[in-house]
């Protein structure tokens, strides 16, 4: 069994990726457990002599900042606050999420300034390496404060109350804490606040959003290839002289990707009867390219935050500092989220548009893509479902970042709304795969009646896996296996592309 080691080193999508496929082990490096202990002992010694108060630490939380807390009540101070927080509601967050949110704050914690002790990260640790999912539920924080409610929830099992999920069943952590021999931990002072102040409910969705992204993204490509050869479309949209003049880095090499795909295809070199296609087809270098685009700037928030400090106060022990700021607030998170949520959208709505083309009776092909229609419906409702998730895409698109709602009595007066963000980004990125996987439904479909002409090597191969798993359609039968079993092609089609599409995140 592999392990990757949590180390003050930059946490990449390639690691995430890699340790979440392999399910790999973690550990803490020495240079990360020495941090975590020197930052400890330092908070130890500030507390012994420390008159006056610190946020968090001898204080309440929130609008109750101002009541001092006597050094005998900062470990019940600190248990009570995961306690109270944990207040969450909704559906369960999925468990590839936990175990994100998991690793996550591991790592945050891992640099030093947080002021917990070791055994409460290498706890966090053996969750993981156990597979052991706290039960975190979806909705509850503002993603201000850090995400207080689902963190509230992670946090509970440290101190052996709470439910978690292990081995496919949800149980009682006392069954866990049992089997493992392991005793609850005393959370010491600042803990309950360095565990629950962060981003990692706001930051785990992201990232696993933006791994099946970058995935999916690729997919889009090479799905609108097949389109593009089944609608007898052309190639000169794609002349890369068109996007060097325009400069987009996602417009040029999405042009550069669809000839690529498309080398040595006989059908898209024949003689054309039409002068240009529609805009679904001939734009879709400018389209994808601008969501390839957008996708990077979040990559690259997503990046940082992955690497950063979130909760507060932030302890700093080489510079004798304690200082109660704002790291946990998620507006940088928020806005890239809703922007992903837009970018993605645009890919799902480019592509129903390219499956509604396919299905006009234009061009050769059939109405709705069946030898007779009228007996046979066809692919004519696949499109009713395309066309229903992409309108329910737009609607999660509304922007959740520009919504505040002030909490805690006006000490929290501007929120970021980043984990409804962040919910709604992961809905859509899982619509845009149902939609592209009924985009190429209808692609192999039509792309059948231009035979006995090939396309390229590449998009044969490609259709030719498809074929094992859906079948040409002679007449009518239940669609909705065959989606289905397009969705699932579509996870498990090897791509040899680099997963990220910036090589330095």
Same mark, same amino acid.
């Given at each position: 069994?592999?392990?990757?080691?949590?180390?003050?080193?930059?946490?990449?999508?390639?690691?995430?990726?890699?340790?979440?496929?392999?399910?790999?082990?973690?550990?803490?490096?020495?240079?990360?457990?020495?941090?975590?202990?020197?930052?400890?002992?330092?908070?130890?010694?500030?507390?012994?002599?420390?008159?006056?108060?610190?946020?968090?630490?001898?204080?309440?939380?929130?609008? /109750?900042?101002? *009541?001092?807390?006597?050094?005998?009540?900062?470990?019940? /101070?600190?248990?009570?606050?995961?306690?109270? *927080?944990?207040?969450?509601?909704?559906?369960?967050?999925?468990?590839?999420?936990?175990?994100?949110?998991?690793?996550?704050?591991?790592?945050?914690?891992?640099?030093?300034?947080?002021?917990?002790?070791?055994?409460?990260?290498?706890?966090?640790?053996?969750?993981? !390496?156990?597979?052991?999912?706290?039960?975190?539920?979806?909705?509850?924080?503002?993603?201000?404060?850090?995400?207080?409610?689902?963190?509230?929830?992670?946090?509970?099992?440290?101190?052996?109350?709470?439910?978690?999920?292990?081995?496919?069943?949800?149980?009682?952590?006392?069954?866990?804490?049992?089997?493992?021999?392991?005793?609850?931990?005393?959370?010491?002072?600042?803990?309950?606040?360095?565990?629950?102040?962060?981003?990692?409910?706001?930051?785990?969705?992201?990232?696993?959003?933006?791994?099946?992204?970058?995935?999916?993204? +690729?997919?889009?490509?090479?799905?609108?290839?097949?389109? %593009?050869?089944?609608?007898?479309?052309?190639?000169?949209?794609?002349?890369?002289?068109? *996007?060097?003049?325009?400069?987009?880095?996602?417009?040029?090499?999405?042009?550069?990707?669809?000839?690529?795909?498309?080398?040595?295809?006989?059908?898209?070199?024949?003689?054309?009867?039409?002068?240009?296609?529609?805009?679904?087809?001939?734009?879709?270098?400018?389209?994808?390219?601008?969501?390839?685009?957008?996708? !990077?700037?979040?990559?690259?928030?997503?990046?940082?935050?992955?690497?950063?400090?979130?909760?507060?106060?932030?302890?700093?022990?080489?510079?004798? %500092?304690?200082?109660?700021?704002? !790291?946990? *607030?998620? +507006?940088?998170?928020?806005?890239?989220?809703?922007?992903?949520?837009?970018?993605?959208?645009?890919?799902?709505?480019?592509?129903?548009?390219?499956?509604?083309?396919?299905?006009?009776?234009?061009?050769?092909?059939?109405?709705?893509?069946?030898?007779?229609?009228?007996?046979?419906?066809?692919?004519?409702?696949?499109?009713?479902?395309?066309?229903?998730?992409?309108? +329910?895409?737009?609607?999660?698109?509304?922007?959740?970042?520009?919504?505040?709602?002030?909490?805690?009595?006006? +000490?929290?007066?501007?929120?970021?709304?980043?984990?409804?963000?962040?919910?709604?980004?992961?809905?859509?990125?899982?619509?845009?795969?149902?939609? %592209?996987?009924?985009?190429?439904?209808?692609?192999?479909?039509?792309?059948?009646?231009?035979?006995?002409?090939?396309?390229?090597?590449?998009?044969?191969?490609?259709?030719?896996?498809?074929?094992?798993?859906?079948?040409?359609?002679?007449?009518?039968?239940?669609?909705?296996?065959?989606?289905?079993?397009?969705?699932?092609?579509?996870?498990?089609?090897?791509?040899?592309?680099?997963?990220?599409?910036?090589?330095?995140?």
């Amino acid at each position: 069994m592999k392990t990757h080691e949590i180390s003050p080193k930059k946490l990449t999508f390639n690691s995430i990726f890699n340790i979440l496929k392999n399910n790999y082990k973690i550990e803490l490096s020495e240079e990360s457990k020495k941090r975590i202990e020197k930052c400890r002992q330092f908070l130890d010694n500030k507390m012994k002599s420390q008159q006056e108060p610190i946020y968090g630490i001898n204080t309440g939380f929130g609008s /109750l900042c101002n *009541h001092t807390i006597s050094k005998e009540e900062l470990s019940t /101070l600190q248990s009570n606050l995961v306690k109270s *927080h944990a207040c969450g509601i909704g559906d369960e967050v999925p468990k590839e999420i936990v175990k994100l949110m998991l690793l996550l704050k591991i790592q945050s914690l891992s640099y030093g300034h947080s002021g917990v002790q070791l055994c409460t990260v290498e706890r966090l640790v053996d969750f993981f !390496n156990n597979d052991i999912q706290p039960v975190v539920y979806e909705l509850g924080s503002l993603g201000a404060s850090g995400d207080l409610a689902p963190l509230a929830h992670l946090s509970l099992p440290l101190l052996g109350i709470g439910e978690v999920n292990y081995n496919n069943k949800k149980i009682k952590t006392e069954e866990v804490y049992k089997k493992f021999n392991w005793k609850p931990i005393t959370l010491q002072s600042k803990e309950g606040l360095a565990l629950l102040n962060g981003t990692q409910f706001m930051s785990a969705y992201g990232v696993f959003s933006l791994l099946k992204t970058f995935r999916l993204s +690729q997919l889009a490509d090479i799905i609108s290839s097949v389109s %593009l050869e089944a609608f007898d479309g052309r190639i000169e949209p794609f002349n890369d002289l068109v *996007h060097q003049i325009r400069f987009h880095k996602g417009q040029i090499e999405t042009a550069k990707r669809i000839r690529m795909l498309l080398e040595g295809s006989e059908i898209i070199s024949q003689d054309k009867e039409h002068v240009q296609d529609p805009y679904s087809f001939r734009c879709i270098p400018q389209v994808h390219g601008a969501s390839k685009d957008s996708v !990077n700037y979040v990559a690259y928030v997503f990046s940082c935050e992955i690497n950063a400090v979130t909760d507060n106060p932030t302890i700093f022990p080489d510079e004798d %500092l304690i200082i109660s700021g704002g !790291n946990f *607030h998620g +507006q940088p998170l928020a806005l890239a989220l809703d922007n992903l949520a837009i970018a993605v959208a645009e890919w799902g709505n480019i592509s129903e548009r390219r499956t509604y083309q396919l299905l006009s009776g234009k061009r050769n092909l059939p109405p709705f893509l069946v030898a007779k229609p009228g007996l046979n419906s066809g692919f004519m409702i696949p499109q009713y479902t395309a066309a229903s998730i992409v309108s +329910q895409n737009k609607q999660l698109c509304t922007p959740s970042s520009v919504d505040s709602i002030e909490s805690s009595q006006g +000490q929290e007066d501007h929120v970021s709304m980043g984990a409804n963000a962040a919910t709604k980004a992961y809905k859509v990125v899982q619509n845009l795969e149902r939609i %592209l996987a009924i985009e190429l439904f209808n692609a192999a479909q039509a792309l059948e009646f231009r035979r006995p002409k090939k396309s390229s090597k590449f998009i044969e191969d490609f259709i030719k896996k498809y074929r094992k798993i859906v079948s040409f359609i002679e007449n009518d039968k239940i669609m909705h296996p065959e989606i289905l079993n397009s969705i699932e092609f579509l996870r498990n089609f090897e791509l040899n592309i680099p997963i990220a599409l910036r090589d330095d995140i």
